[in-house]
């Protein structure tokens, strides 16, 4: 089977690069985009260290060929911070020691982008659902907690300043 052209938009850039059919989006992404932010661990959808934005919604790029994102939108951890501003759920990972080695906090993080944009007010409980869909070695996840609720209670607040 022969290579193909896949032209597809990583955070905001068009990428034209060829692929052999059997190739993962996350190597493509890694490999053929030099975006290395996208960590791949377990390589078969278990471990969420792949995790990036496709067409607005998170999907594990290990278990999805390059072929299969053409002419698609992706988003991936470094298209979070603008300017060198981080985000402010990025911001509060770093404050709250959401990570340690950070294998795992790009596809956290976008995971969570993900979630909050579409459940802004979701409960401990419901954070921690999110959260089982990925494994960290390092944290205990109670950095990764906190960091999740103190920018859902930021937000809140910035409701209501905003509202007042
Ligand atoms: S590398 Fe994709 S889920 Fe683990
Ligand atoms: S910070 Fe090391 S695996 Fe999560």
New binding site residues.
Partial sequence: MGVHQIRLTINGKTFVEEAEPRMLLSDFIRENCGLTGTHVGCEHGVCGACTVIVNGSAVRSCLMFAVQADGEEIQTVEGLSQNGELTPLQQNFKECHG???????PGILMSTSDYLAKNPEPSKKEIKEMLSGH?????GYDGILKAIQKTVEDNKETILIEGS
Avoid: N, S, Y
């Avoid at 494994?135 to 944290?139: E, F, I």
């Fill in positions: 990570l340690q080695c950070g294998f795992c906090t494994l960290c070695r390092c944290t």
